[in-house]
């Protein structure tokens, strides 16, 4: 199993990619990176170019990308343009395949979320569309595109795993599939029953405590252990990402990648 971070939970203000992370986490011993697409896409010409230069200095690789698009897309809603999304998927697909990327997690739901009064129906129809297009796209790449649930306090579209199970099995491509991640599943109390027998359509794994969504650090906060092994019963064996806040990045994030390679063993 390859364990990675999610660079965009513990920036600062200027910088919201963690670029002055990247070694950091190389030399903690991360498998990979997994870098926010939509703030990569908010960079000129120059800081595009230096990021790559850093994450090369680095040593370790990008791998997966979360945020597919910035708040300044928008998905769903009266001010959806089908033709601006494709030519920002477009855009943004080639960003991700020449930094590394494998997979790319599509939740953003700054730009999913539709508007007060906006028929949910037509919506979901929005974002289907959407996701055929990215998937068209992906394939070009031989990227993965893995949808994500987010919970009611954060998005108004795919508010459960269950829907994004639906969505996948609707897009039926071959390059779409689903994230998982165990922070939204207890927050809307689905358990880790709920993607057994999913198999193949299991795209990207996040893993993060739960109160204050911070990095796992106890082993018995959350059953970890379970989590791991309904995923190895799925024959899952690709990416798991830590997306989880620190209040030490230098003490949490290290204590938590040796946890979990000791429950993910041990499970």
């Known amino acids: 199993m390859k364990f990675g971070i999610c660079t965009n939970m513990n920036v ?6 963690g670029i002055e992370q990247f070694a950091f ?30 994450l090369k200095k680095s040593g370790i690789p990008c791998k997966a990308c979360n945020v597919i698009f910035h708040g300044g897309i928008s998905i769903t809603g009266p001010d959806a343009d089908i033709s601006k999304i494709k030519n920002y998927c477009e855009s943004a697909l080639v960003k991700a ?27 979901y129809e929005q974002v289907d569309e959407a996701i055929s297009i990215i998937g068209q796209i992906a394939s070009d790449f031989g990227i993965i595109v893995a949808l994500e649930q987010t919970n009611p306090a954060e998005g108004n579209v795919f508010s459960s795993f269950r ?10 491509h ?14 809307v109390m689905e358990t880790i029953s709920i993607f057994r027998g999913i198999g193949d359509m299991l795209g990207h794994v996040h893993i993060s ?3 204050g969504r911070y990095m796992p650090l106890q082993e018995n906060e959350l059953d970890y252990k379970g989590f791991f092994s309904s995923l190895k019963k799925e024959k899952y064996d690709n990416f798991i990402s830590i997306e989880g806040n620190a209040k030490n990045i230098a003490i949490d994030s290290k204590h938590s990648l040796d946890m979990l390679r000791k429950l993910w063993i041990e499970s």
């Open 12 to 17: 600062s203000n200027t910088n919201k990619i």
């Open 25 to 54: 986490f190389a030399n903690a011993g991360f498998d990979y990176l997994e870098l926010p697409l939509g703030e990569i896409m908010l960079l000129d010409d120059d800081e595009y170019a230096y990021l790559r230069k850093e």
């Open 97 to 123: 395949s020449e930094i590394g990327a494998e997979v790319v997690v599509f939740g953003s739901p700054k730009a999913r979320n539709f508007p007060p009064g906006f028929p949910k129906d037509k919506a």
């Open 163 to 172: 829907e994004v199970m639906e969505a996948a099995q609707r897009a039926s």
């Open 174 to 187: 071959p390059h779409i599939k689903c994230n998982i991640d165990n922070y939204h599943l207890f927050v």
């Open 209 to 211: 405590g739960l109160i």
